[in-house]
């Protein structure tokens, strides 16, 4: 089996971080515009080798154009090009009906924010991810679908969001280790249950221990629910997500805070409507959304403290839709 394809995207996007008191800006810390453009294309290829051996191999290549305008430092304005190859190599093997197993590797790469690569051109700002998974997949019962998996991924450098600069910085390059965890159950026809777990263990390297977290890295994280799905008439679904308190910092003296949230998600399917509503945190519980490690004092503090700044996570929320379909 071939597969191949072509895909572009453009993004334009103002940037601004202003300081305040009581709602009165008091000055601009930062203010610009990216502009970032991409061209790419992949070819995917698998070799049947017996009825139970396949080999799966693609390569994708990827053009970037990062254009950054900042209005208050012109050094910090430019624009950059990378071209970066993409490859991959994959192995499964059909045990038996309902059991497989596969070994997976493949080569990335990762860049959040196209200023760092503009401002950082010499440095290692747009850089490469190589990771490798073992796992199988079967099935438990008629009913039931297992996945597990045990994967590594190394990363040439670590970019951190430095929250009083507004802006990226490169790191010590990482890797880590984990272990995913997921399970379909269906209950009934109509009834379905799943769970998803994950547990990895992250470290920047040639870096001392005690010093080497890596900032809001997720140790713990877990997502399922329960979903009750037909054709006409009700459908719903009681959704959970879990993080786990993580370091805000490389020496874990901040930790930023975990939570557990539930939701629900109600529809009824008339004719061509289709009416809904979703309750968001339906306990009401209260988290922490973005979360950082961050310098601040205040006036009656002769030096700066280092503690974890954050945005308040959604409360209870309500939403209704109404979809008609042609």
Do not use: C
């Not at 596969?102 to 010499?122: E, L, M, P, Q, Y």
């Not at 670590?158 to 379909?184: C, H, K, M, S």
């Not at 979360?291 to 009656?300: A, C, G, I, V, Y």
């Amino acid at each position: 089996m071939f597969n191949a394809g072509l895909g572009s995207r453009n993004d334009i996007a103002n940037i601004m971080l202003r300081n305040a008191v009581k709602r009165e800006i008091t000055d601009t810390v930062v203010s610009g515009k990216v502009m970032q453009s991409n061209i790419n294309s992949f070819v995917d290829f698998t070799l049947d080798i017996s009825q139970q051996f396949s080999v799966n191999t693609g390569l994708r290549f990827d053009y970037f154009r990062f254009q950054f305008n900042d209005n208050k430092v012109a050094e910090n304005s430019g624009t950059k090009s990378i071209i970066r190859g993409s490859p991959k190599l994959n192995f499964f093997y059909n045990v038996k009906d309902g059991l497989q197993l596969f070994v997976k590797s493949g080569i990335g790469f990762h860049s959040n924010d196209a200023r760092s690569v503009v401002i950082n051109k010499i440095n290692n700002s747009l850089p490469r991810a190589y990771g490798a998974e073992v796992g199988s997949e079967f099935n438990l019962t008629k009913r039931a679908i297992i996945q597990t998996a045990l994967w590594y991924l190394y990363l040439e450098s670590e970019l951190v969001y430095v929250g009083d600069e507004a802006t990226v910085e490169t790191n010590n390059p990482t890797q880590r280790t984990g272990i995913d965890f997921a399970i379909r159950y269906q209950i009934t026809n109509k009834l379905f249950a799943d769970v998803d777990f994950n547990l990895n263990r992250g470290r920047l390297v040639n870096v001392a221990n005690g010093e080497n977290y890596i900032p809001l890295a997720p140790q713990l994280t877990s997502i399922g629910g329960l979903t009750y799905k037909q054709e006409k008439g009700f459908s719903g679904s009681l959704r959970y997500r879990h993080i786990d308190s993580r370091p805000a910092n490389e020496t874990n003296s901040v930790t930023a805070k975990g939570y557990s949230l539930f939701d629900v998600v109600l529809s009824y399917k008339v004719s061509k409507f289709e009416f809904g509503i979703t309750a968001e945190n339906i306990f009401n519980s209260k988290w922490n959304q973005a979360q950082f490690d961050t310098e601040s004092r205040l006036p009656n503090e002769t030096t700066p403290v280092s503690e974890l700044h954050f945005t308040p996570g959604t409360p209870f929320f309500v939403k209704a839709n109404i979809v008609y379909r042609f």
